[in-house]
Every structure is written in C-alpha cells, then in structure tokens.
C-alpha cells in the first residue's frame, strides 16, 4: 500500500520560509518521479516544482528562484523549500508520484498525499 504523508505546513508571514516534507512508503520511491502540487479556493490543482528520478527539476514560473525541490533516497522522502513566500503561494499543498516523466497534469500522478495548509499572512 502506497502512503504519501506531507507534514511541514503552517502559518507564516510574508517573506518567511518554510520547509514541506512528504514521507513515502509503499513504492520504490527513487524509480518515481515526484511533484509538488498546491490548491488555493476556488481555483484548480496546479503543479509548481517536480523532480525526477535522475534529479532533474521543474519549477512553474510564479515560484521558480523562491521554491526549491530536492530528495532523499534513503529515506524515501521529497522536500520542498520554500522561501520568500507571499499572500498568494496560501494554498493546501500535495506532493504526488508517478513512475514516469515530469507531468504537469494531475492525471498523471498514481498517488497522492493528503495535503498541508500553508497560509502565509500579511
């Protein structure tokens, strides 16, 4: 059984930083490629930072310089970094699998975690 746990997110103010992690259990995790979705009310799912399984990145423009991406193997765990952060990245964030290439399309991630709340305030 897959399991993506997500933990990190929080209240923050603008300019601050915060670190996400998303735990995986259940798959052979350095095969996946893993991304990091987020959704704000009243607006769809996007993704905003994937890696692959070689470490490639890719990162939507509205973070790309302020979020960073990275993974531990051997611990079978994603990060995301997030620095800089503004009223508009408040969203619940979810990181997903899927044992291909870097997709921005939901339907392509098999599995998904069950979201953290990051709010970030003015």
């Known amino acids: 059984q897959v399991q993506l746990v997500e933990s990190g997110g929080g209240l923050v103010q603008a300019g601050g930083s915060v670190r996400l992690s998303c735990a995986a259990s259940g798959l052979t995790f350095n095969t996946y490629t893993m991304g990091w979705f987020r959704q704000a009310p009243g607006k769809e799912r996007e993704l905003i930072s994937a890696?692959?399984?070689?470490?490639?990145?890719y990162y939507a423009d509205s973070v790309k310089g302020r979020f960073t991406s990275s993974r531990d193997n051997a611990k079978n765990t994603l990060y995301l970094q997030m620095n800089s952060l503004q009223p508009e990245d408040t969203a619940v964030y979810y990181c997903a699998a899927n044992a291909g290439s870097i997709y921005s399309s939901t339907r392509n991630y098999n599995y998904w975690g069950q979201g953290t709340q990051v709010t970030v305030a003015s």
């Open positions: 890696i692959n399984r070689y470490g490639g990145t």
